[in-house]
């Protein structure tokens, strides 16, 4: 075991303790795959990152993402974290303004908005959900059949069922069943629109959510989110880049939400955090969000 750079961010909040933490190893090199996953589950939060050197000529590092439960192809906190970690430890892309960090599900092109990063959201792939699983996931989150707008199986590499529900109320209060939802092997991402006749600002639907605006000042959002993965062993996901990256995609192409728009998520858990997304002209979603270190110093690994 050596000392190795570390850090720990928290991602998707300008606010430290509001977003998504991530734990970041800016030197993974030598360590293997056991032992990368006893830390994940060690440091027990949803995902942590090891960064290592490159082997695609064109990416600035790479970066392996594991959750307590086992390895990710590719997520969204992480890459924004992992970057924002490696240029504060004095990284240098070979572009400026523009870095590309390779992982699993190949490369991910990232881009700086001032202080924001944003990772261009891989291609997703969806389709409908059977009614069969659908039927099972809405009795495990104890939703009714006319709750659910509509509904899609996303995976951009990892997979989620996404529910559209009617409104942003009955996202908040959702009390899932974990453990049915750890059986059937789904993690599932629930979005909510605000009401016509409700103000544009959620944070106002709720006094917790109220008070972390208060303390905070983060962006009023347009719709709220939530994301449940107990398969890889996370009852609740704070903030989640993935799954957002996918809602997007499939929520803009089918009309639900504009081509640019802020997602809340996390104030069940206390948090605030703050997902921006942006389709571009060509057609590109873009997923932003700030990050702030926490925790700066060293591991041993």
Known sequence: MISRPFKQVDVFTSTPYFGNPLAVVLDGS???????????AWTNLSETTFVLPPTEPTADYRVRIFTPGGELPFAGHPT??????????????????????????????????????AFAAPPVKRIAPSPTLLAKVAAALGLKAQQIVTAQLLDNGPAWLGLLLADADTVLTLKPDHRALRELGQKVGVAGLPSSAASPVLIARSNREARAFARTEEAPADIEVRAFAAPVGIEEDPVTGSFNASLAQWLIADGHLPESYVAAQGQTLGRAGRVHIQRDADGQVWV????VTCVDGSVML
């Open 30 to 40: 030598g360590i293997d795959d056991a032992a990368m996953q006893r830390f994940a």
């Open 80 to 117: 924004l974290g992992s970057c924002h970690a490696w240029l504060q430890a004095g990284g240098k892309p070979k572009a400026a303004g523009h870095i590309v960090q390779q992982s699993a599900v190949g490369l991910v092109a990232i881009r700086r908005e001032g202080e924001r990063l």
């Open 288 to 291: 932003g969000g700030d990050s």
